[in-house]
Structures are given as structure tokens and as C-alpha cells.
């Protein structure tokens, strides 16, 4: 962490916050005086120190981190990549494209059965479907809940597809015994309170980033998480918000090999809620293919026009099939070159 | 709600669609068949129709919703303005410019009680304090939790002022029985079993604006605790996320009579996040008298260096004396006019 | 266009504005009342009609285009695709994926001859080079200028790669006679009077989108150029401006399927400027193969570290190699699915 | 400028990288070798030092600018106020709030005198009015050029107010001889061509923030400007765009108070356009004045229904005389303070 003095400070005061540093954080200062201006190069754990802290001194003109403030979740303290490995076939990070497909939200036994089993004969290894379902207006359909889960579980019993499903909050977590992956949406990705219960859960979760949140703040999300202990982060880019309406979200493609620079957790993309239009899930899939993410989450509803959420974004099962086929292809030749 | 159909439909499908429309919804239909494309109408309680489901359907173009999707906050159903009155001092909404004030958490029993009394004593009517403290990072200060409630309530007898503090999960409700006003921050404002929850409490709720989030959002997101009953939501812009730098958010000033028109519950700024720097307070805090907020809520803290968060935006009492003393004038010459 | 009138309207006032808009505009109105609203359908050529007129009439109480407001551009009324050919080998929009390549800045004869010959080899079919180099601050170097165009016309005598170059203003066009495709940069793509007089141009013009313009926007852009004569227009997507600040902007990698959909124009990408960093510009541009673009437009130097602009996003042309390979690998996969 | 060296670098590589630095630049650098990275200081004309060169070198790890890149337009070296005095009457940046109004284009004489004598008598000292419009469709009215600018000197003529009119090409400027002063639209600010010939014109030049342009921007525009010879810059905020659909853009109040602490120039808003909005013009201005602006630039219509653009953003005469009796009001209140 780099910190530039303001202009002229006392010789006192700049001993007596140097002191405050090496007192308050497990950190070493080296001082390096210039004509005009005093910078000070702080070494050690950084990642304690609270920059809006140190930016609030009355001495200090500005703060500049060098070094990341995650740790767990940081590649350059484990560079290995994660694996999440929920059963033979079911990984993620592994090098492979993981596809976790499925409806918005679960709706009946005979749509999640028979959309599973599509999905699963296309290449899915994850069956994805919200019993809860996070609602801009109070007056919409917000998931079957407790029975959705049981929906899903009979679908899993069919299919054998491990379920990825939606947790909204931590009251809910008893619900969730059989779930494989807990999804955490994006409005909920600083939802701290939450993030901090996640850490004592033995299961994979999945943190989408949140609608206008950096990647250093997914990171932290991650961090929350793992500094519990649950270090089975998925991260899944899933569009932000911008100032372009033609789409819901603007997919951040670069996130994921800046996302794969930084972290050893495996990174997916949403191209469904990223464009929120049905006929953009497939180029949007190729590309995430193509630019190295380890795995996609897709909308697919047997009838799309009837779906209770999601219908503009969702594509049809046939539609899947051509989709799997291709970011297939796509995969096989980026990984090979 | 305007419905475009596409071009060339079979009158058998636009038939069957509308038949849908007027089944599923408390609506009525209107048909107007242009030489290439047909319009539809729908008229009654449209706020209950899915945009996104319509959207979804394989004839619809387009859908452009007319009324609001927002009832019980929509001024056009209820033109009176809406007054939150926790005393007979502590009044938001009634024409005056009410100050909520206080650090950005509570650290010490002397420290929120001095700040109590000198922000009393500028002519604040709440005190504002966090005991819940969300963070990005994991490892930073995250409040005293319920010892800060304590403190609160100790600077509340000692000083009379309600308090105003953030409630980040419901769990912690039970420990907020004598707070006056319950804040939801930015970040939880999309956390929508939250806000649920929040329907059935009897006390006011501050609803932060989130980061990214549009002003019908904010909108819905008071629908949301509306709808179970509490009515009593102040709504607070308290900056967006742009693409500019220098300031940690960016001040979305117009919100403030967009929201006044749209809306008849009462509308306050926070500038002390809007901007990140102490030195912005003052002149925002200026601008929202003058724009007709109902009110501010500004970080006050003894001694802004120390202060475990938010200190690079906090003031300290004297200059929260001249604020008081300026935004007072200007809200006078502005009402006056 | 549909308009939404203000509710309990004169019929008089309904009368006479209609009659103002078929007088005005070459269109016919079709009314429907509703119960409370009276809303008009406007058929015929309503992309000459004036939203903005539309919405300050004071009946009107908003204003809907169905109908795109751009033309020429527009893929409705010419479903081909534009294929863009200066020579046999250099041709963009064919369904290929054309590859543009050069240094940033030209700085030398060898320099531009050597990077030439590099790109060429690796399979490049058009040579880019700034003469005119447009810096955000006036104390930076600005390019070669004339002496930059006759080295790029040396590297073209030597290689036969046509000449891709930004132009600035256009007082310098007749600089410009030998450049094969004349570049408007993203600062510049709502430079109206620039635009117009390109109108005239009889050379294809690679427009870029602007740092915070919409797709619509960029097409309108698109349709100044076309509106005076001159239909050979490229679009370029080279990032937008976002809150996200690990890159120098976000690469809007879904408005090349968009784009595809909505003009039959080509659309290329360039992964230096989207990203701004080195490391990023081989695994955008391979998600830019994969979702469809029809070329890309990359930064080549011989020596990023003494570029005289843009370093930190070029590539050398060794990495040009691998990257030529990949992307060409991916194309032919894409395109034969 | 602070540079900070990537990890474990050769002494004899660092040492050629300062050379080139001190070759290069006029800086002297300053060595901090800490345990794991090298910092280098540099102190001297860092505003010719240009970060994306230094950050394009292989040895550096990342780059921080202490110093700002503008030299003119820094308070820090020119702390008096500029005040740009057309006239006696006729004054930005003395401390009081000017009023610049008129209709967005030069409709008819009638017009353009008519408000021209209804804004004086309100007490506008200038009047405002486009000859030259920038609009995003080729197929919309952009003004009436020549003659528009013929018919505000009519109006200067009667009324006695100094012109402030837009200017879009270098090649018009013949035209512009009895312009008081120039307007560079926000979609011109970042064309450099162009600012760079205005430093060679000895009028003031009232520059526009760009849509997405940050602060810094703004201010490296009105350096290019500065840099010709010609300080009478005066700063126009706007509007950003973002991500709120609600309005036209977000006015950017902050922007200020954060201007007028960094450069000595004037500030004015443009409330207008910042909104697009009637109603919402005099709330904003009101904020304004509040929040420390020098001067106003409004639109103002006889007739806001029939102006051929900008029709829902212009208020009419009688509004304005409200609104400058209140902002005058304001300005009295805070500058008395």
C-alpha cells in the first residue's frame, strides 16, 4: 500500500501516524521523502488495513493499494485452479465447459422432469430451477418455494443431475438439505449477513455478481464466503448494468479471463439473464466458450411462452440441443490449440 | 399497457392471446388493427400484469406499460403527502428539512452521547449510528452489534432524539424493539424477503436507494413493504454508480422531485455517501434544501481521523453547526418562495 | 409510432393535432379511445417524425417508436448483407473474418514496414496505423500526421495491404486520397458535420462507437454517412464506458450478434481499446470470433514497451501469430456448425 | 508521479528505466527499494509525463499520478477566480449567478427577439439560441445556420445581450465573428481538431461536458483550449448519461463544488438538458445556485409545443421569470452566509 502525504506535513505528525501504522496493522512502513511530498510504502498483511480508514487522516492526501484485499480467494497464494467436483460427472473447473440448464422457475413435476431430462441427453451435468425467486413487484409469482425443492429432488431422483437452486435467505437454509448448489443471486451478492452464514455451509455456492459490482467486490463477496471456511466458490458473471437499453444487462466477457488472472475459482457465465433476449443465449454462449469460462448457466423451458418468469430469455430444449452441440465444438477447439 | 403485436398474425392467435389476457388478469382488452401491425389496450389493474411474461409471448413485439407498476406508493392514488412523525419533534415529510444525524457507528458510550448532544444542539431531530455495519471486506470493523444498540438507546435517554439505525437481517429485529426508525441500506434494498418482513413491523423504515438501481425500482422495493402493511417508508438517494471517479457515488440529485411527483411518501439525501468526501457534505447538503428534499441524513462524527468507518466523509459538530445553520436558511428562502 | 395521450382531453385539441401530425409528416393516424386514454397508431414514414416534437406536445403523454428511426442502415429494408471489398483479398462482411492489424501510432518507415509485413504473414488482410492520433491531453504526442500517412502508403507499396487510418477532421481529406478505408474514431462518431460530409466520401468509413453512445445511436451515426450517398460503412464495437475499472472500458460483446440483427452493415471488434491491457486482447478477440464478427482490429507493435501510444494494449507480432491462428481455428469451427 | 516496479526486476534494467525517465521527461526520480518492489517517485513537469507509456513498459507494475495533468486550468497554480466579462452587464465567475437563456434553435426573428426581450426583462444577461444543432438523425431539423446566426445579432441588437451560440465545425467560425461567445456541444468536447483551433480564437469558449466524460476529462478539454492561448474557458455540466432511464441524463451536481476546488474557472449548469424535463428545469436550477454554480444556461420558449426541438425540456417565459426571481433568491441566501 502506497500513501501520499499531503504537502508540508510536520515531522511529528508524520512519526506519530507512522507509529499509529506499525501499532494498529501487522505491517512494516519504509518513507521515502521527497521535495515536496512524503510517500509512504507500507509492507506486511495489507489486506487488514482499511483504506477509507487511512484516507480519513487528516495528513494524508490519497491511498493507493498495491497489493489485492483478498486473500483466500487470491491466485497468487494458491495458484492452483479449484475444482468443484459434486459428483463423477458433475465438475466445474476441471478444464471442461460445465453446463447447468434448467427453467427459471420450477413450476410442476411434469416441466422440471421432462426439462431435466431433455438437458441431461443435450450435456448438462447441472440441473438448475428457482423454488424462490427474488421479484422486482410484490405482485409477482416468487416461486413455489418448499415444494419447488421437492420438485426439483424428484427430478434429481430421475435424472441424476445434481440441483443448483436459489437461497434468498439464510432461514430457508433448513429447506435445503438435498440441494447440491446454492445459487446466491446477484441482488443479494452484499448481502453480508447472508455471505457470512454461507461460510459454515459444506456445499458448493455459486455468487453471480451483482447488476453494477466490480470484480474486486465479487472477489470480496467470494472472500466473505471462504474466510468462513466454505472455500466451494463458483463465480458467475451474469451482466451489468449499463447505460445501453437494447439489452436487460451488458455481459462483461473480459470478466472472465480477468476473473481466471486473478482467482483460482472457477468462473461461468448466465447468457440469459445477461441479454434477458432469447435469440442472444447462443452467441453469447459461443463467446463465453471461446473467451475460457469454465461452464454456463441457461434458462431452458419446454414452452417458453408459458414460463411463470423468464420467458423472453428462455430457450426451448431443442434449442439447447443445438446450443450444447456447438459451444461443444467451440470448447474442443479452443482447449486444443 | 400498450401491447404491439408482430406484423401478420393469424386473427385465430390474437384472439386466443387476448381470451388469455382477460382470464389471467382483471383487465379489459381494447383492439386496434392497423394495416400492418395491431395494438392492444389493457385497462384496469395493470400493475398486476407480468411485463416480462407478455414480453415473452411468440406474437408480442413489444409491451409499454402506461400506468405504474406501483400502487400503494403512487401519488397519483393517494396525492396527500405521507408525514412520518416519531414525535413531536421528530416529524419528516411536513414541509420541513429534517436532519438525522450521528457517526457512522457507534464506538464508545462517550462518543455517540457527545455526538448527540452537539448535533441536538445544531437543531438534528434523529440520531443516527450504526450497530450493524456492512462491509466489503470480511476482516474490516463491522460494528458493535447489539452493544451499539445499547449505546444508541443510552444516548436516546440522555438526549431525547430518536434513533435511525441499519437492520442488515431479520434476525436481528428482536434486538431492535426500541429503535425509532429502521434504516435498510443500498445494498439490502433489492433483498427482497427483507423488505417482506419489514411489512408487518410498526416503525418507520429509511429505504436507502441502491447502487444501481432506478428510480422505479425504489419505487417497487417500498411497493414491497407497503404491501404488508407499513406504510411508514422514507425514501433516501444516497448516490448511484457511474462511470466517474472522484466521487464514491455520484449524486442523483433529480431524483428528489421525480420522486416527490411520482410518489407521496417523503424523500431525503444522504450526502455524506453520496460523495465519500467530507469536503461535498456542506454544498450537497445546500443543494438537496434547495431542491426540496425532506430531509438529510449526514455522518457526524468528534473526531473524523479516529473514526473506525466512513471517516474521510464524516464532519465533524462545528461543521455540522454551519451546515445546520445554512441548509436552515435556504430551506427558508426556498419554502418561503 | 404509438402516442399516449393525457387522460380527459378536448376532442377539439385530439382534432386538431391530429390533423397537424398527417399535415407535417407523411403518415396516417389510427385512434383508439380507451375509457380513460386515447392512444394514436401512426402508419407510413414515421423515422422523418421528431419524437422529442411528439413528446413536448402538451396533450401527449408519452410517445412509443415501433418502427426503428434509421433507414438506410436498417436490415428490414435491405436483408443483405454489405459486403465491404477493396481488393481481391481485403474484403470485410463476407462471412470470413477479416483481420486488421497495426501499430497504434506510426513512428518510423521501419517500424510500419516491419509490422506490416509481420501482420501480413500472419494473415491479415487490411494495415492499421494512426497518422492522426486524437489524445486526451494536449501535451501528448498526436502522430506523425502527413509524414504518417506517406509511411503508411511505403508499407502498403511493400506489403499491398490497404490502408486503414483515422481521420480527424475533415479539413485533412485531401491527405487522405491513398488510405483505403478512412477510420472515425469513438470521440468522433457524433461529430454530425464529420459525418455528413463523409456522405460524400467514395471510400468505405470505419465507424467506431462512441465511449457511452447505444447501439441506436451508433446506427444513426451509420445513417448520417449513408444518408449523403456513401452506404460502404464498417461498424466497429470497441468498448464502453462503464462503473467497471480493472479495464479501460467494457467490450459490449453482445452488440455484434445485436448489430447482425438489426443492419446489414458489418460489424468487427477491437479487443485493444475494449480492454486496454495486453494479456486481454487474445481471449476477446477469440469471443469475438465465436459470436460472429466479421473482422477485428488489433494493435500490433514491434516493441509495445516504446510505442509512442497505447503500449499496454499491443501485442507483438509473435503474439499476433498465435492469436491469427486461434481466432482463424474458431471461425472455421463457428462458421461450420 | 508514482511508479511502482514489478517484483524482483534486475538493478541494471531499473537503473536504464530511470535514465530513459529523466532523458525523457523533465524529472528528477526519487528510489524507494523496499523487501519485495521497487517504488519510483518522480517529481517535476509530470503533466508531460505520460501513463500510458510508463505503464506500457514491461518493468512496471502500475502507475499513479499524484500531480493532475492540467497545468492552465489548475487552481493550484493560478488560485484567483477567471472571470470571463463580456460586458458591464455581461459577467461569469464574479461571485454572481448569471443567467444565460433563449430557445434551443433560431426559429424566426419574431421568435428569437421576442423571448431574447422576455428573457432580459427577467434578467438574463445573455441570450442563448442554436444556429447549428446537433442532432442525432440526419432526417431532423438542424437549424438554421447562416441565417440563425443573422437573426441573433437582430436580437443582440434590440435587447443588447451578448450571444452565446453553438459552434460544430472549424469552418463556420468566419460566420461567427459577432458571437460573444462560443458553445462547444458535449458531443464536440473531445473533439481535439477542433479545441485546438479554438486556442487561437480570442473569445470566450463555454465548453460542455461530454456525456460520459469524467471531470478530469473536462478539464485535459479546456487545457487543449488553455494550451492555444485562449483562457476564457468557461465549464458547462450538463448531464451524464448512466444508467436512470427517468430523465434524459443525471445531472451531476457534485461536479460543481469538485470543479470550482480544482480549477479557477467558471461553472455554470445546464439544467435543461440535464433533465429533458420541464418540470424539472427550476428544482435544478434552485439546486444549483445552492450548490455554489456561477451562472444557469436554460432553454426558453415562446411557444415550447411548436419549438422544432427540445420542446419538452423548454419552459416558457413566464416560468422563467419564476425561476430567476428564485435562484435569485437563493443565491442571495447562500452567497450571504
Not at 510536520?10 to 506499525?22: H, N, P, Q, R
Not at 421479484?135 to 418455494?145: H, I
Not at 470480496?220 to 472455500?231: F, K, L, T
Amino acid at each position: 500500500m502506497i500513501i501520499v502525504l499531503k504537502r508540508n506535513q510536520e515531522e511529528e505528525k508524520v512519526k506519530s501516524f507512522i507509529e499509529m501504522l506499525t501499532r494498529k496493522y501487522e505491517v512494516t512502513v519504509n518513507t521515502w521523502v521527497g521535495t515536496h511530498s512524503t510517500v509512504l510504502g507500507l509492507l506486511g498483511d495489507t489486506a487488514a488495513v482499511d483504506d477509507e480508514y487511512i484516507a480519513a487522516q487528516p495528513i494524508v492526501e490519497s491511498v493507493k493499494r498495491v497489493q489485492e484485499p483478498y486473500k483466500k480467494a487470491n491466485r497468487k497464494f494458491h495458484p492452483d485452479d479449484t475444482v468443484v467436483r459434486v459428483n463423477e460427472n458433475a465438475v466445474i473447473g476441471d478444464g471442461s465447459l460445465a453446463l447447468i440448464a434448467g427453467p427459471c422457475s420450477v413450476e410442476s413435476r411434469e416441466q422440471i422432469c421432462s426439462v431435466a431430462a431433455r438437458v441431461k441427453a443435450a450435456g448438462a451435468t447441472f440441473l438448475r430451477g428457482g423454488a424462490f425467486k427474488p421479484r422486482t413487484s410484490p405482485y409477482a409469482f416468487s416461486g413455489l418455494k418448499a415444494e419447488g425443492l421437492e420438485l426439483l429432488k424428484e427430478a434429481k431422483a430421475e435424472t441424476g443431475l445434481p440441483i443448483v437452486t436459489e437461497l434468498m435467505s439464510i432461514e430457508h437454509l433448513p429447506l435445503f438439505e438435498d440441494v447440491d448448489v446454492i445459487q446466491i443471486g446477484a441482488r443479494n451478492m452484499q448481502n453480508f449477513e447472508l455471505l457470512r452464514e454461507l461460510g459454515h455451509v459444506n456445499k458448493p455456492i455459486l455468487l453471480k455478481r451483482g447488476l453494477a459490482n466490480t470484480i474486486e467486490e465479487l472477489l470480496m463477496s467470494a472472500e466473505y464466503i471462504m474466510a468462513g471456511g466454505n472455500e466451494q466458490v463458483i463465480l458467475c458473471e451474469r451482466g451489468i448494468r449499463t447505460y445501453e437499453t437494447f439489452t436487460r444487462n451488458t455481459l462483461d466477457i473480459s470478466a472472465v479471463p480477468i476473473l481466471k488472472r486473478l482467482t483460482h475459482l472457477p468462473v461461468i457465465i448466465d447468457p440469459s439473464h445477461a441479454s434477458g433476449i432469447s435469440w442472444l443465449v447462443e452467441p453469447l454462449a459461443l463467446a463465453a466458450a471461446a473467451v475460457g469460462a469454465d461452464g454456463l448457466i441457461i434458462e431452458v423451458h419446454n414452452d417458453p411462452s408459458h414460463a411463470l418468469c423468464d420467458g423472453a430469455q428462455s430457450i426451448t430444449p431443442d434449442q439447447f440441443d443445438r446450443l450444447a452441440e456447438k459451444v461443444g465444438a467451440v470448447t474442443k477447439t479452443v482447449r486444443g490449440l
